[in-house]
């Protein structure tokens, strides 16, 4: 029997983690809105990827500061969209 961790396949994160991270004080509208709104879970997914690859690149790639200022920038607008979208009256 081989003592080596099982490596999971093509698990994804969960879209929600990154998200409700940046925005605790809204939790429970994110969570509303990721139930109902088909786009606003597209949006949490992108978040959460993008928050992935600037992880991964202030990791492994620091060197590549222009790919950084790319995925920073991003950030800033989907954040932006997510809090538009949060903001909205419920029901809309």
């Not at 093509?10 to 990154?18: A, E, F, G, Q, Y």
């Not at 939790?27 to 109902?36: K, P, S, V, Y």
């Not at 993008?50 to 200022?69: M, P």
Request: net charge positive; proline share 5%.
């Amino acid at each position: 029997m081989s003592m080596l961790p099982v490596m999971k396949k093509n698990v994804r994160p969960d879209p929600l983690r990154d998200v409700l991270a940046r925005f605790p004080e809204s939790g429970n509208r994110i969570r509303e809105l990721f139930q109902a709104d088909e786009q606003f879970r597209e949006l949490c997914t992108d978040y959460g990827e993008c928050i992935a690859a600037l992880r991964r690149f202030r990791k492994q790639d620091a060197g590549r500061v222009d790919r950084i200022q790319q995925y920073t920038e991003l950030q800033v607008s989907l954040e932006r969209e997510l809090v538009g979208k949060i903001a909205e009256p419920a029901g809309r």
